[in-house]
């Protein structure tokens, strides 16, 4: 879902095809020798414009139903050496770039693909039978059977980890893992560590693919929960002999005992290196799953990647043991309290902590985390949050720690949306009242970008190139489940669309028990294929209150599950926005109980820029009365508003003089069928631009015309304006009943301040403090906070207008 783009005016990356290199999918791309099998994919280009990007994902598709055709085949064979060396090669090519100046050699960007039909494994590896490469064939998913490999060369990383494995007979081929946790951007060394040449894995389920180009195909792994780490004491290498040999060349010797495991993991906390720490200590644990002291280090890393299902399992485990040494009984309680808060159990958290506190009187450290506990339990009790000071907070760290709240709503069956369901009100609502807080599952910022390439991800649903925050999403999502297996449901009971299951009826699923975190053997299956239609379907542009200059070239994504229960209405009853990374859905009508609750997924002026966005969530025909209304004024009047539109957002009115801006509002008028209703939100932008034209000359003639002008502005966007002033400074000028929601609030209190600081330039200030009033009214109704949250806010637009100290005196 998007916020408004008035203020957005490119969504095109800047790229620049001089400093660019694109390859695609970041697949070997081996020479191909001998007559080519089949027809090359087309070749996706980053400069390619929206259009061109959705004729080139049309043609993608087509190709790829053609390819789907060919029968599957074995593979050809592959010569061992020459295929390790390109790898080697291509490693050192890497490493080279990685040394070279970055500047100079231009940020390389990748494309990669999603929203295909892809095999994820959900047997586990108990019940599948082993296969080898001889057994295997290309294009096709090995269902019910695992391979046994083992890593032959080093590692490299473009989009996917790239290596070579062998199997138990010698056969070698390149494979390529995607979405493994902790290695969306991490360096080569952080892949030698985790996948050292030598590493024994079983691939369950996998599939043999073709390459994209050449002929070598590749064991791609998607899901990494398809991957298990085959430790030397593990079943599955009883009675496997491997025809090369008990050990690769060049394979790292590895600890043997716990103890050295465990100053392994040391090492690796000690450079803040959680993920490989968490792996040694894991390590250790295979050795001697009772070893307290390792098990409880493993946890205090757990806390610190966020997998709080895995810190809390391994202190509750700690804590069951006899006998355990005072100093280490008490650290792990306070991991697990801190476990405890990460998973929202605050109750818990604060009893632990207590606990922790009793055994150490004299120490502070208990005293901030209870204080933590108490507020965050208030909040999901009560709804209350100080909303200006998480404001300021959220200005210096998006990220903020508050607890979810849930207001007077229910997830309730509604068979005529996508999905079957639908938010409603549990009693009546009044206008302004909070429906919804709530933390993302995962998010991702212009910041948590890679800055050593460019993704670009083309998706196949949707027919779109997404965010480049999007495959930073995926990543965070996936490492998140990860870590929290028990929030599985949270998410795969979101709509994936007709190709995947429906979903339960009911939302959100209870919150069960805390779950083993095993990194070589992860205890929950990852659909991948599901998972990118979820994201496809649910994920959220949250834009940020707070954030005055958003990032062109990258605009936050974020997955907010209870959010992406609401359903979308154009001219919707609830309105949301976020501070931080923190979702607020408000009430914008009354709402009667059992009445349906929706929220605008796109806020756009314009018919065709609104169903754009709809469009990535996969609602190819809004039916609200607002888009009825649109559809009559008929295709061409909608193509000519949209043109207008773009005059706006390409900021070409600018420069423009009050004649060309009033010939702009004409055309606009135009487009609009005379038998309409007065909701024409685009009407209001091109009056809106006349009155700041008319502001602009200083002469109080058009200064009381662009009064006029911005009045009629908020009549087009829904506002009731009183026609004639009362008089009362202490009545507002418009109607309080409820708040338009055909656009984000921020555009028409921003109407008002200027309307405010006209009348004072006309020396009336009897009126211009009912339009304050008014501008007050409608951002605490929006986004609560009252006068405080009201200053921050606008404090830019205030300072500009040079109105702040009068409105801080008179509010
Ligand atoms: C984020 S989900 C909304 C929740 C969803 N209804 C569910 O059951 O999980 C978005 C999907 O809901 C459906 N949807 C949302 N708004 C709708 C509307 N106004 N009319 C029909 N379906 C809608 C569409 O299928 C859309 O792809």
């Not at 079983?202 to 990494?224: C, L, N, S, W």
């Not at 979308?568 to 979702?583: E, L, P, R, T």
């Not at 009047?637 to 509002?665: D, G, I, K, M, W």
Request: hydrophobic share 40%; glycine share 6%; aromatic share 8%.
């Amino acid at each position: 879902m998007d916020s408004n783009s008035l203020s957005e005016l490119t969504r095109q990356l800047h790229l620049s095809p001089d400093n660019s290199r694109a390859q695609q999918d970041g697949s070997p791309t081996p020479p191909g020798n001998g007559p080519p099998r089949r027809r090359a994919p087309p070749q996706f280009h980053p400069g390619m414009t929206e259009e061109e990007t959705v004729q080139y994902i049309k043609a993608y598709k087509a190709w790829f139903e053609e390819d789907r055709q060919i029968p599957p085949e074995p593979a050809p064979p592959i010569d061992p050496s020459s295929l390790i060396s390109e790898q080697v090669d291509r490693r050192a090519a890497l490493e080279e770039v990685g040394r070279r100046d970055r500047a100079a050699s231009g940020i390389p960007i990748f494309t990669t693909i999603v929203g295909f039909a892809k095999h994820s494994s959900a047997t586990p590896i108990e019940g599948l039978e082993p296969v080898t490469f001889a057994g295997m064939l290309v294009r096709h998913a090995h269902v019910g059977k695992y391979l046994l490999c083992r890593i032959v060369a080093p590692c490299s990383r473009i989009v996917a980890i790239q290596t070579v494995v062998e199997d138990i007979d010698g056969r070698v081929h390149d494979l390529s893992i995607y979405n493994f946790p902790a290695t969306f951007d991490c360096s080569l060394k952080h892949l030698d560590a985790l996948f050292p040449i030598g590493t024994v894995l079983a691939i369950r389920e996998p599939t043999f693919k073709a390459p994209m180009q050449g002929i070598r195909p590749i064991v791609r792994v998607d899901t990494p929960t398809d991957l298990v780490f085959v430790v030397p004491s593990s079943p599955l290498l009883h009675r496997v002999t491997w025809t090369t040999g008990p050990a690769v060349p060049r394979s790292p010797t590895e600890p043997a005992t716990l103890d050295a495991w465990r100053q392994r993991g040391n090492t690796y906390f000690s450079s803040n290196q959680w993920f490989l720490a968490a792996w040694a200590y894991s390590r250790g644990l295979v050795i001697d799953p009772q070893a307290a002291v390792i098990r409880s280090n493993r946890a205090e890393v757990y806390l610190r990647l966020k997998y709080y299902s895995g810190a809390a399992y391994d202190t509750q485990r700690v804590l069951s043991a006899k006998g355990l040494p005072d100093a280490l009984s008490d650290k792990t309680i306070f991991r697990l309290a801190k476990a405890q808060y990460g998973r929202g159990e605050y109750a818990e958290a604060e009893k632990n902590i207590a606990r922790w506190h009793a055994r150490h009187p004299e120490d502070l450290a208990a005293a901030p985390w209870i204080a933590r506990c108490r507020a965050r339990r208030a909040e999901r009790h009560t709804g209350q949050y100080d909303w200006a000071s998480l404001f300021r907070k959220a200005a210096k760290d998006i990220r903020l720690d508050v607890a979810d709240y849930m207001g007077p709503i229910e997830v309730s069956q509604m068979t005529n949306r996508g999905g079957g369901r639908g938010v409603v009100a549990k009693r009546a609502i009044h206008t302004g009242e909070l429906l919804l807080v709530a933390k993302p599952f995962a998010s991702a910022y212009a910041a948590d970008l890679p800055q050593d390439k460019i993704v670009i991800t083309l998706d196949l649903i949707s027919n779109i190139s997404k965010e480049r925050t999007d495959a930073v999403l995926m990543a965070a999502i996936i490492e998140k489940l990860y870590g929290n297996p028990d929030l599985r449901d949270q998410v795969y009971h979101l709509y994936a669309g007709p190709d995947h299951p429906s979903p339960p009826g009911s939302y959100p699923p209870p919150l069960g028990p805390a779950v083993a975190v095993d990194p070589f053997s992860p205890s929950i299956d990852i659909d991948i294929a599901q998972l990118e239609a979820i994201c496809t379907y649910n994920n959220f542009c949250p834009l940020r209150l707070e954030d005055k200059h958003i990032a062109q070239e990258a605009k936050p994504t974020g997955l907010y599950p209870l959010a992406s229960l609401f359903n979308h209405s154009c001219v919707a009853n609830a309105i949301w926005y976020c501070i931080g990374d923190v979702m607020i859905i408000r009430a914008a009508e009354p709402i009667p109980a059992g009445t349906e609750i929706t929220i605008p997924y796109s806020v756009e002026e314009s018919y065709f820029a609104r169903q754009s966005v709809l469009k990535k969530h996969m609602l190819e025909h809004c039916t609200c009365w607002l888009c009825e209304e649109d559809r009559k004024d008929g295709d061409e009047h909608l193509q000519r508003r949209q043109e207008l539109n773009e005059r706006v957002l390409s900021r070409q009115l600018l420069p423009a003089s009050l004649l060309e801006a009033q010939q702009f509002e004409e055309d606009v008028r135009k487009t609009f069928a005379s038998t309409r209703g007065p909701i024409r939100p685009m009407h209001a932008l091109a009056l809106h631009i006349v009155a700041e034209k008319q502001r602009t000359s200083g002469d109080p003639r058009l200064l009381k015309e662009s009064l006029q002008a911005d009045m009629d502005a908020l009549r087009c966007l829904g506002f009731d304006v009183a026609e004639e002033s009362s008089g009362s400074q202490n009545e507002l000028p418009i109607g309080t009943d409820r708040i338009p929601t055909v656009t984000s609030f921020l555009e028409p209190s921003g109407m008002m301040l200027r309307m405010a600081c006209t009348y004072l330039n006309l020396h009336d200030q009897s009126k211009a403090v009912p339009w304050l009033r008014a501008a007050l009214w409608l951002t605490d109704t929006s986004v609560g906070g009252g006068k405080d949250l009201f200053m921050l806010v606008h404090e830019d637009a205030l300072e500009q207008l040079g109105i702040h100290e009068f409105a801080a005196q008179v509010l």
